[in-house]
């Protein structure tokens, strides 16, 4: 299976800051990842897809990049509302996921 | 809206079966794929496994002596049975749509299920 290395586990950020997080996968993946957003008590949230595709109705604040194993979810002018945990998913093989990445504000 | 909603015990004994059930409201579960997915203390997640709008399935290799997943199109409901649990099975499990059969756009709210005597 592919393996999907996610860091940091965590980050501590200022309001309007801007944050990356990053997933490293074990082998190639063609840009088949996805990013999610996952509130305390709340299910996931479908953020970006095919590596930089933003899905309908998530702010533009979000966005996603990277090609080959390296991929990252960059959050601009980081809001209070931003405060959650955020995985990435590979779909190049069957879907595995990253540890996830909380994020909270300074 | 697509909405879904996991229902099932909250506790099984190991050496039981799990099952749950994913209500689908708002969309066909004759359309698309449909996914089980569950996320153990600690945070890690892992795909357990889908059925496809044709009743098709496909599982984790990992499970996959274990996992079954079905469906009733008349109630637009798909299940999740997963056999000879054991306390490593313990987990939040959510149910999700899935987007070109790639990732997950639309996830239930998730229900917790503790492997337990």
């Known amino acids: 299976d592919i393996r999907m290395t996610q860091s940091p586990a965590s980050l501590s950020a200022s309001l309007g800051e801007t944050v990356n997080i990053e997933c490293l996968a074990s082998e190639d993946i063609y840009s088949d990842l996805a990013w999610y957003q996952q509130k305390p008590g709340k299910s996931p949230q479908l953020l970006i897809y095919?590596?930089?595709s933003l899905q309908n109705g998530v702010p533009s604040r979000f966005s996603g990049s990277g090609s080959g194993t390296q991929y990252s979810l960059k959050i601009n002018s980081l809001q209070s509302e931003d405060v959650a945990t955020y995985f990435c998913q590979q779909y190049n093989n069957y879907p595995t996921f990253g540890s996830g990445t909380k994020l909270e504000i300074k | 809206e697509v909405q879904l909603q996991e229902s099932g015990p909250g506790l099984v004994k190991p050496s039981q079966s799990l099952s749950l059930t994913c209500s689908v409201t708002?969309?066909?579960?004759?359309?698309?794929?449909w996914g089980w997915i569950r996320k153990f203390p600690g945070n890690k997640m892992e795909w357990m496994g889908y059925i496809s709008y044709s009743g098709s399935t496909s599982y984790n290799p990992s499970l996959k002596s274990r996992i079954s997943i079905t469906r009733d199109t008349s109630k637009n409901q798909f299940f999740l049975q997963l056999n000879s649990v054991t306390t490593e099975d313990t987990a939040t499990y959510y149910c999700?749509?899935?987007?070109?059969?790639?990732?997950?756009?639309?996830w239930g709210q998730g229900v917790m299920v503790t492997v337990s005597s």
């Open positions: 999700a749509r899935y987007l070109l059969l790639q990732c997950l756009d639309y």
């Open positions: 095919n590596a930089n």
């Open positions: 708002g969309y066909s579960i004759t359309s698309n794929y």
